[in-house]
Structure formats: C-alpha cells, structure tokens
C-alpha cells in the first residue's frame, strides 16, 4: 500500500512539475510575443487603411474612436493631390497652421525645422514616387471586414511611409498611406504618440509576470497537499524549505524587475536644470516597490511638477502609482498648453479613479492618493499649485518658512470634488520643499511621530541650499527614529529658484 501511495506521489510530482514547466514556458513566450510585437503600430496601420474606404458621413466617428486608442488624424489626410500641380508639402505646412496655429507655429526651432525639411518633404517625394507607379492597389485588402494581418501588412508596405517627429518635446510616430489616383494620389496621414507604446509595455510585462508569481504559488500548494500524504515530514519541511525558497527567489525577481520599471517612470533631471538653480530629489519605498512617485512635464516657458502619494505601498500602492502617471499623461497629451488648468486635472484624475471603483463591485479598499501638482512660469517665475491633503513649503532667503495648504480632500475617493488652485510669490534664492507624509508619520521606539512641526523646525534651522537642507532633515530623521523600522515610502523634493 505505501509503495502504491509513494508511486502515486512521485506520478503526481512528476505531473506538477511539467505543469509548472508548461506554464512557465507558455508565459515566457507570452512575454517574447508582446514585446516583438507592436500592436500600436499594426492597429494605427488598420485605422488608416480602413480610413480609406469609408464615406465621408461616418469619418468623424471613425477619427472620434481612433483618438480614444491614442491615434489621430492629420489635418488634410484623406485629400486629393496634383502631384504635377500642387507642392504637397506647403499644403500640409498650411493645413497644420490652419488646425493649430499658434501651437504649431511656435514650435521649437529644431522641431520645426525637422517636421518641415525631413518630414512634410519627405511625404512630397514619396507621393512624387508612388504617382509614378502603374500597378494599383488590390481592392480586396481594404475591406472594413477583413481582419488585419502580416499579408495586409505586405501588400500595404509599398505605400506606407513611416517616420517620426516630436511635438513640444513629445515624440510621435507618423504613419502615411499614399494611394496612386488617376492625375494624383490620395494620401491619408495618423500620429501616435510615444505615450501609446508605454501603455502597451505594461500590459505586456506586468500582467504575464503577475500570472507566473501566481500560478507557481498555487502548484506550490497542491504539492504540499502530496507531500502530506506520504507523512515523511522531515522531507516535507526540506522540501517546503525549498521549494518556498525558489518562490521567494521567483517573487523576489519578479519584485526587482517591477521595481525597474516603476523607477523607469521616474522623470530625469532635464527639466529640472532647465528651471531651477539647484535641486535635490530623495524617493525611498518601503520596499522595494512603493506607493510615492513624482512626475513632471514641460510646455516650453512652463514646468509642470507632482508629487504623489498613492493608497498603501509595496505592489499595491506601486501599481496605483503606475496608474496615476499614466493618468496624467494621458489628460496632458489630450491638452494643448493653453488649456492645461491644474484643477480641472486633478478634478479628472479624482473622477476616473471613483468611476473605476464605481464599476468593480468586489472592490476590497479604495484607490486613490493625496498629491499635489504645481506649474513655474519660466520668464515671471509665477507659481501655482494644486493640493490634495499635500502642503508645499517655502524658505525664504531671511530662514522663514512658509507653508501653503490644499484642498482637504484625497483624489479617488469622492465624485466632483472641486481643488482650488493657489497662486505663490517666489523671489530669487527661494526652496520650494514637497514631501509625503511618510516622514511626518515615521516613528520612534517611544512611539512618537517625527511629525511636520519638527520638519519645518529643522527647515528654519538650515541652509540655503537644496542638497544640504534635505540632507539635513533626513539625518534628523534617522536621529528621531533610531533601531525603528522605516513605516512609510519617503519622498522630500527641493528646489532653488
């Protein structure tokens, strides 16, 4: 009998183990497929194609629900061109000027330059080639029921022309159907901006990592329940000891890899050179992984700077940080500079986050995040800023410290909350300081807060600069706590205007 229990034993090992093999083979292919493939771009292809051969009457929807997957319409795509007649590269500088006018004329130089002299140009030649050709295009590719595939793909390619440009710092690739008419050719033009291709990233990274950190952990378990029935138990905790050891190496992996990736979305120093003198920035999760994460955007004359505070720390409070910048992102790209008012960002931001919760019933906590988001005038040095339960601190030239409140209130919690935004006097020398509230809640061993009173204290108390004053507040810090653990992710940014 016990050779029959033992046989069964090991037939169900070997089982458990070449599923474990299958899966995490199946979910390593699944990660080489997502990443060799771009389905950004093979869908931006699909929409242009299928542009071409729709009526006029359904083409704004068709644009309305391209622009929902983060791909959009050249003005002027989907013209006729005399090739002979007309220079196609002046007539799309004009239809830009026409659709975006100050926007597009304003550009930065090198952008500017670039877009005319290597791309409108570049579509001219290409049209110029593309008439000169005799063969057309076979009717049955562009078919609204047809699905899209490699063979599309093929027949399309002598016709599409792909390059890149960047709009206001933000790089975008250009996709350009040129299809030979009778005297001409019609060309039908889409952009997608790099923001699409990170989104698609995550997808394709994160997900299949939580499907392999889950299933190993699972069929982990179903061989404990085996192991019991062979009742060795010194083996069984060998092999427990084991087998928990290369789950923690598999989730400690998975945690590094993750932890790249948030820290990827991290903003270089680029921007912040560009506005302030000095500037010092410290971020340190709990964790490895954590729910604090800072973001900024530039218009050219204004910089825009957040500081977030995401529900919990660790994968949960660092997936909802991924979630907010992504957030951000997309409400800014959606805003020329001229529209991008603080509040109503927050305001939307706060919306989404409730109307997502509102749809997933067996929510088990809420998701959101307190924050604050300011934006520099580079000529006035003007600041105003917007507040979710975040202060913004600034020491004045003479020691003083000043602090500013927000709005009351966490994002993602409550629908149409209003944030009011504030306006801020800075003078030369100014520090603008941003922390989270990790700090001011972190512990000692008499269970005493280090809270922002001492922070502001030690503030007064130091120097005029970025580096030495925060410096000076995290040596105060580890001071205060001694042997206690850290409690919270920690963020403490500084600026000098």
């Given at each position: 009998?016990?050779?029959?229990?033992?046989?069964?034993?090991?037939?169900?090992?070997?089982?458990?183990?070449?599923?474990?093999?299958?899966?995490?083979?199946?979910?390593?292919?699944?990660?080489?497929?997502?990443?060799?493939?771009?389905?950004?771009?093979?869908?931006?292809?699909?929409?242009?194609?299928?542009?071409?051969?729709?009526?006029?009457?359904?083409?704004?929807?068709?644009?309305?629900?391209?622009?929902?997957?983060?791909?959009?319409?050249?003005?002027?795509?989907?013209?006729?061109?005399?090739?002979?007649?007309?220079?196609?590269?002046?007539?799309?500088?004009?239809?830009?000027?026409?659709?975006?006018?100050?926007?597009?004329?304003?550009?930065?130089?090198?952008?500017?330059?670039?877009?005319?002299?290597?791309?409108?140009?570049?579509?001219?030649?290409?049209?110029?080639?593309?008439?000169?050709?005799?063969?057309?295009?076979?009717?049955?590719?562009?078919?609204?029921?047809?699905?899209?595939?490699?063979?599309?793909?093929?027949?399309?390619?002598?016709?599409?022309?792909?390059?890149?440009?960047?709009?206001?710092?933000?790089?975008?690739?250009?996709?350009?159907?040129?299809?030979?008419?009778?005297?001409?050719?019609?060309?039908?033009?889409?952009?997608?901006?790099?923001?699409?291709?990170?989104?698609?990233?995550?997808?394709?990274?994160?997900?299949?990592?939580?499907?392999?950190?889950?299933?190993?952990?699972?069929?982990?378990?179903?061989?404990?329940?085996?192991?019991?029935?062979?009742?060795?138990?010194?083996?069984?905790?060998?092999?427990?000891?084991?087998?928990?050891?290369?789950?923690?190496?598999?989730?400690?992996?998975?945690?590094?890899?993750?932890?790249?990736?948030?820290?990827?979305?991290?903003?270089?120093?680029?921007?912040?050179?560009?506005?302030?003198?000095?500037?010092?920035?410290?971020?340190?999760?709990?964790?490895?992984?954590?729910?604090?994460?800072?973001?900024?955007?530039?218009?050219?004359?204004?910089?825009?700077?957040?500081?977030?505070?995401?529900?919990?720390?660790?994968?949960?409070?660092?997936?909802?940080?991924?979630?907010?910048?992504?957030?951000?992102?997309?409400?800014?790209n959606q805003r020329t500079k001229e529209s991008i008012n603080l509040s109503k960002v927050l305001a939307e931001i706060n919306n989404n986050f409730v109307n997502t919760q509102k749809n997933n019933k067996?929510?088990?906590?809420?998701?959101?995040?307190?924050?604050?988001?300011?934006?520099?005038?580079?000529?006035?040095?003007?600041?105003?800023?917007?507040?979710a339960k975040t202060p913004l601190f600034i020491k004045r030239e003479n020691g003083k410290v000043d602090e500013y409140s927000g709005t009351r209130k966490t994002v993602g919690y409550k629908k149409d909350?209003?944030?009011?935004?504030?306006?801020?006097?800075?003078?030369?020398?100014?520090?603008?300081?941003?922390?989270?509230?990790?700090?001011?809640?972190?512990?000692?061993?008499?269970?005493?807060?280090?809270?922002?009173?001492?922070?502001?204290?030690?503030?007064?108390?130091?120097?005029?600069?970025?580096?030495?004053?925060?410096?000076q507040i995290l040596s105060d810090l580890e001071n205060f706590k001694g042997q206690m653990a850290q409690r919270d992710d920690i963020t403490i940014i500084a600026f000098q205007v």
């Open positions: 009998m016990k050779l029959v229990i033992n046989t069964i034993g090991h037939f169900k090992n070997l089982i458990i183990l070449l599923a474990i093999l299958i899966e995490i083979g199946w979910l390593g292919l699944t990660i080489k497929n997502n990443l060799d493939s771009n389905t950004v771009q093979t869908e931006a292809i699909s929409v242009l194609a299928k542009s071409t051969i729709l009526e006029s009457k359904d083409l704004p929807v068709f644009k309305k629900d391209a622009a929902t997957k983060n791909i959009y319409f050249w003005p002027g795509s989907g013209n006729f061109f005399s090739v002979e007649k007309n220079h196609i590269s002046s007539r799309f500088d004009n239809y830009l000027l026409d659709e975006y006018g100050e926007e597009y004329s304003n550009l930065p130089v090198q952008e500017f330059d670039h877009l005319i002299e290597n791309v409108l140009k570049q579509i001219e030649s290409a049209a110029k080639l593309v008439s000169q050709t005799n063969s057309k295009i076979d009717e049955d590719i562009l078919d609204l029921d047809r699905k899209f595939d490699n063979t599309i793909y093929t027949e399309l390619s002598k016709y599409l022309f792909i390059s890149r440009y960047d709009w206001m710092g933000y790089s975008k690739n250009l996709y350009t159907l040129i299809l030979p008419e009778r005297n001409g050719v019609k060309i039908y033009i889409a952009s997608v901006s790099d923001a699409a291709e990170k989104v698609n990233f995550f997808k394709s990274i994160i997900t299949p990592l939580l499907l392999l950190i889950i299933s190993s952990l699972l069929l982990i378990l179903l061989n404990y329940k085996n192991y019991l029935i062979k009742g060795q138990l010194e083996s069984v905790i060998d092999q427990r000891t084991k087998d928990l050891l290369e789950a923690k190496k598999t989730i400690d992996d998975s945690v590094k890899y993750a932890s790249s990736i948030q820290q990827s979305l991290l903003p270089t120093g680029e921007n912040h050179e560009k506005f302030f003198k000095n500037y010092f920035i410290f971020w340190q999760p709990k964790d490895r992984l954590g729910g604090d994460i800072y973001w900024n955007f530039s218009d050219g004359n204004n910089f825009y700077f957040a500081i977030i505070d995401c529900t919990g720390h660790g994968i949960p409070g660092s997936l909802v940080s991924m979630i907010t910048v992504t957030m951000f992102n997309s409400i800014i067996d929510k088990l906590s809420n998701e959101g995040f307190d924050g604050l988001i300011f934006k520099l005038n580079e000529n006035n040095k003007s600041l105003s800023f917007v507040s909350v209003v944030f009011y935004e504030k306006a801020v006097d800075l003078f030369e020398n100014d520090i603008i300081i941003l922390t989270t509230d990790g700090i001011f809640d972190q512990n000692n061993s008499a269970n005493k807060i280090y809270s922002k009173k001492r922070m502001i204290s030690i503030i007064e108390k130091g120097e005029l600069n970025t580096d030495f004053l925060v410096q």
